[in-house]
């Protein structure tokens, strides 16, 4: 029988990390539509509502489902406005290890988000779903993104040499392919402890609850 997640909500003091709903749908398609998500991920540009909708209704259920990952929206906790998502994915449950990523919304960055809520799904992965690596894999020049890595404890393991594609925009908005080096990180239960001073700072991990009826 395959292993799959739970529907999950995670709280800190300024986030919810929630499953992802079609009322998403707006937002999450003017976040992907950004162009640091279009130079670092391979989100479909220009993204379209519809596109959002079909991922929220179809796509994350199905990777949940089968067992090889889990979509959250990242709400900020005041304004309950989507800041975020945080996406596992390549999981496997016999030697309990699953890959993250994370996109903040551009309004939202600098904020310690990203660090926030990537921590605060690996205490969850590690104290309740008993899971004992988390990796990251963050393109040779997306600085940004390898500084929420060091920030939460990673370790850097070493390059994929080749091993991704980037996009240029040029000024006619279009996209070109440019070959980059993976930086390949793990985080293990025992890199926690100095990162959680630091989420501490902004309020600290705070509870979860499963929604086992969500649809």
Not at 83 to 96: D, E, F, P, S
Not at 115 to 133: I, M, P, V, Y
Not at 181 to 189: A, E, K, Q, T
């Amino acid at each position: 029988m395959t292993s799959t997640f739970p529907n999950i909500s995670i709280s800190t003091e300024r986030l919810v990390l929630r499953p992802l709903d079609e009322d998403d749908a707006p937002a999450l398609a003017e976040m992907m539509n950004d162009e640091q998500v279009g130079t670092w991920t391979g989100v479909p540009q220009p993204y379209t509502e519809d596109q959002a909708r079909r991922w929220i209704t179809q796509d994350a259920p199905a990777e949940r489902i089968a067992g090889r990952g889990l979509d959250l929206a990242v709400d900020e906790f005041l304004t309950q406005r989507l800041v975020g998502i945080v996406q596992l994915a390549k999981t496997n449950w016999r030697v309990r290890s699953t890959e993250m990523s994370y996109i903040i919304a551009p309004w939202a960055r600098g904020e310690g988000y990203a660090s926030e809520a990537a921590l605060a799904t690996a205490h969850w992965l590690f104290g309740d779903r008993k899971f004992e690596r988390v990796e990251l894999r963050t393109a040779a020049d997306n600085t940004a993104s390898q500084q929420v890595a060091q920030k939460i404890g990673c370790v850097s393991e070493g390059v994929l040499r080749n091993a991704c594609i980037v996009r240029h925009r040029a000024e006619d908005g279009t996209w070109t392919d440019v070959r980059s080096d993976y930086i390949v990180w793990s985080l293990l239960p025992e890199d926690l402890e100095g990162a959680d001073e630091q989420l501490a700072d902004t309020g600290g991990f705070t509870s979860y609850s499963e929604y086992s009826d969500w649809n």
